[in-house]
């Protein structure tokens, strides 16, 4: 009798470890999803921000009929006359200008500073460069365009007799903010060259100099560019800190010393000013998608500088 | 010849850059901190802004940055780390995993006005709350969740895959190895992260303008509902922040002393976000310790 019970328990132990567990099998299915969830709220987000921005953005062309090579090309905004004129183009130059004003200022001291933190003192650099630029990072935008306007602004004023809101103040403040992301990608970049292609290099007699600029940077070039297009981007959609020190006229600049605005400062400051579905807010609304093109054109450079630095590798 | 002098001459000049760059980082913080030091006081910390008349502090719009960031983390950790989960440890290698790839991408590069405006128009106009604390934190969620989704995955991946397996092999399930061996590993490397992330929510600004607006009602510290409409915990209530309050001081301010009050402001925002940082940083460096036992 004994012995019967005993294969009949352990036959039931078996069939209990053999076959899966209810319980166990429903809440890893559970997490499972939940987690793809998580996953797919993030393609949700991007698609109704494109939806949502693009339905507003468009419908001054759909709805309110301006007309599309106009709205782009007009140099006069005057959403406020009679007739009401949207040319865009001042804001669409205001961007671009301060951007790359910024980039050409502070792409050669970014990649410098990636330099001297990977090649020249690397102890050094990472012990103080690298947390001086992370700190650089954190500091909030509207410091940075606070500061312009309290040191900046009367700076330029006083030398050069001027307004002091300018361009030349846009680009120096942005340049300021996207310093710390150029140094840290290029950083990376520099870093991620093979120690083999520098002993190489000096081996043959090269000066440390004569490795960094012919082997080093060349081989990097991909990873620093990425840099400067990274940098391009967030320079083409910081709001506050360029509102607060340029100026903000429509008219176009004849000089880095002239006042001038950009797509984001246009509309910090009249989104809140004007009624929701008038022309001149979906004129906004529009300014508003070209910012969101323009950054989907900044990952489609990024995308192709890659794949080109693959290609070279 | 000539390379050894272009050699040295090049040396010196990254050498300039490298001083140059820190004696901005030096002479920025030394700046905001000297012009705002003199409102450092209880009084300016605690009393609530005055429209026209000097004297007013930034009382609420403390709380509110305050407020507002635990809010946003509530909402964001838990998507960010959901996500980061699936990216490490689910995600194969198809079209929707790139698409999420392609949306982390595009979302982290989206100017913060234009998540601001995508805020405007969903959390404020179409559920109708109006300029809120909440959906400002719903903002700053999309603003935040690609840097929370990418630390989290980076940790997880950091993760030694023996210990994994060894979980596995021991019979548990995934999900369970997941929750009760992965992510405890993962820790660190998820609250440093969270705690920048922290940092840049605190400084943000233009992603609120448009979402939890640029006033706030006159808050009374005595009520604790939820709902009350002078009351600091209702997260339906327009509330400005200290970033905002810079921003707004310079931009349209009427008091007289517009000027200190933006100091003032501004030596706070800087001193919480070095905080955040340094915080940061030494808490990677305490758990590191702690989890290699390098100390002893």
């Known amino acids: ?313 | 010849m000539r390379a050894k002098i272009m050699d040295r001459a090049a040396t010196i000049v990254l050498t300039l850059i490298a001083v140059l760059i820190i004696g901005i980082l030096v002479g920025l913080l030394g700046f905001i901190l000297t012009q705002g030091w003199h409102k450092l006081n209880l009084d300016f910390l605690t009393s609530p802004p005055d429209i026209v008349k000097a004297g007013g502090g930034i009382g609420p719009q403390l709380f509110n940055s305050l407020y507002l960031l635990v809010l946003t983390m509530v909402i964001a950790l838990p998507l960010g780390i959901g996500a980061g989960i699936y990216m490490a440890e689910y995600a194969p290698d198809n079209k929707f995993t790139q698409f999420i790839r392609m949306s982390i991408e595009v979302l982290s590069s989206l100017p913060s006005i234009v998540v601001g405006l995508f805020g405007l128009l969903v959390f404020v106009n179409m559920t109708g709350w109006g300029y809120t604390l909440f959906s400002g934190a719903l903002a700053l969620t999309v603003f935040n969740l690609p840097l929370l989704v990418r630390v989290t995955e980076d940790a997880i991946r950091n993760v030694p895959r023996s210990q994994k397996e060894a979980s596995l092999a021991l019979g548990i399930t995934k999900w369970r190895t997941i929750v009760s061996v992965i992510l405890p590993a993962a820790l660190p490397g998820i609250l440093t992260g969270t705690i920048l992330a922290s940092g840049r929510v605190f400084g943000e600004a233009a992603a609120l303008l448009f979402t939890a607006g640029m006033s706030s009602p006159n808050l009374d510290f005595s009520q604790f509902s939820l709902s009350g409409p002078t009351s600091p915990l209702n997260p339906f209530r327009p509330a400005e922040t200290l970033a905002v309050h810079i921003w707004k001081v310079n931009s349209e301010g009427l008091a007289p002393d517009a000027r200190d009050v933006a100091d003032g402001a501004a030596a706070v925002l800087i001193i919480a976000v070095l905080l955040f940082n340094l915080s940061a940083r030494w808490f990677g460096a305490w758990i590191y310790k702690k989890m290699t036992s390098g100390a002893n």
């Not at chain 1, 890893?28 to 698609?47: D, E, R, S």
């Not at chain 1, 301060?98 to 050669?108: R, Y």
């Open chain 1, 1 to 313: 009798m004994t012995h019967r019970t005993d294969t009949q328990s352990q036959s039931g132990i078996a069939r209990k470890m053999l076959s899966s567990n209810k319980r166990q099998w429903t809440e890893n299915m559970t997490g499972k999803l939940v987690a793809t969830f998580c996953a797919g709220l993030l393609i949700v987000v991007v698609l109704s921000i494109t939806y949502f921005i693009a339905s507003k953005g468009l419908s001054t062309f759909f709805v309110n009929g301006i007309s599309i090579t106009e709205f782009l090309s007009q140099i006069k905004w005057d959403p406020e006359g009679e007739p009401a004129v949207y040319g865009v183009f001042p804001f669409i130059l205001g961007s671009f200008l301060v951007t790359t004003l910024a980039a050409l200022i502070a792409a050669p001291l970014g990649i410098g500073a990636a330099i001297f933190m990977i090649e020249l003192y690397p102890n050094f650099g990472k012990k103080v460069l690298k947390p001086v630029i992370e700190l650089l990072v954190g500091i909030p935008s509207v410091v940075y365009g606070y500061v312009g306007l309290t040191l900046l602004v009367p700076f330029i004023r006083e030398q050069f007799d001027v307004l002091g809101f300018s361009l030349l103040a846009g680009g120096l403040v942005l340049a300021l903010m996207i310093l710390p992301t150029i140094t840290s990608v290029a950083a990376d970049a520099i870093s991620a060259v093979p120690q083999d292609l520098r002993n190489a290099s000096l081996a043959l007699g090269a000066t440390r100099w004569q490795t960094i600029w012919n082997v080093v940077l060349h081989s990097s070039l991909p990873g620093c560019l990425t840099a400067i297009v990274l940098g391009m981007a967030r320079a083409f959609g910081e709001a506050l800190a360029v509102q607060m020190v340029i100026g903000n006229t429509t008219k176009l600049p004849g000089s880095l010393l002239d006042p001038i605005s950009t797509l984001t400062s246009g509309i910090t400051l009249n989104m809140g000013n004007t009624v929701q579905g008038t022309p001149y807010n979906n004129a906004l609304w529009s300014m508003a998608l070209l910012l969101l093109l323009m950054s989907f054109v900044f990952i489609m450079i990024l995308r192709i500088i890659g794949r080109k630095g693959l290609v070279n590798k």
